[in-house]
């Protein structure tokens, strides 16, 4: 997938392992996508073996942020309303863990981070 490095994959899917054995782990988020013109976000930890379904914290700018999953082939075809497409955040460094994110997202009713 586009979105990803070598490198985030191979940590997205060692978090995706520890989330399908059942482990209780807190990771750090790896990626943060956003659409530039639309106000949705995806701050995501974990890959499932298939290379495709992400797990993480999703905004789709609605007020009521949420976990679960999401298909990264399908944000790939995605485009905003003035067309641009879902975008990487250029060097999104996670400052917090997940359920951080989570936490303050509930609170302000959207990923402000």
């Known amino acids: 997938m586009a979105f990803l490095t070598d490198e ?8 995706g392992v520890a989330r399908a054995r059942g482990e209780d782990v807190d990771p750090y ?21 298939d290379g495709d379904l992400a797990y993480g914290l999703i905004d789709v700018g609605t007020g009521f942020p949420e976990l679960g999953l ?3 082939g399908m944000l790939a075809g995605i485009k905003g309303p ?3 497409p879902v975008t990487v955040e250029p ?3 996670a400052r917090k863990t997940l359920s951080a994110y989570v936490a ?3 609170r302000d009713g959207m990923v402000t981070d």
């Open 8 to 15: 985030q994959r191979r940590q997205m899917l060692a978090n």
């Open 29 to 49: 988020p790896v990626l943060k996508l956003y659409t530039p013109d639309a106000g949705a976000s995806w701050v995501l930890t974990a890959l499932n073996a």
């Open 82 to 84: 003035k067309g641009m």
């Open 91 to 93: 060097g999104y460094r």
């Open 70 to 72: 999401v298909s990264l």
């Open 104 to 106: 303050d997202a509930k």
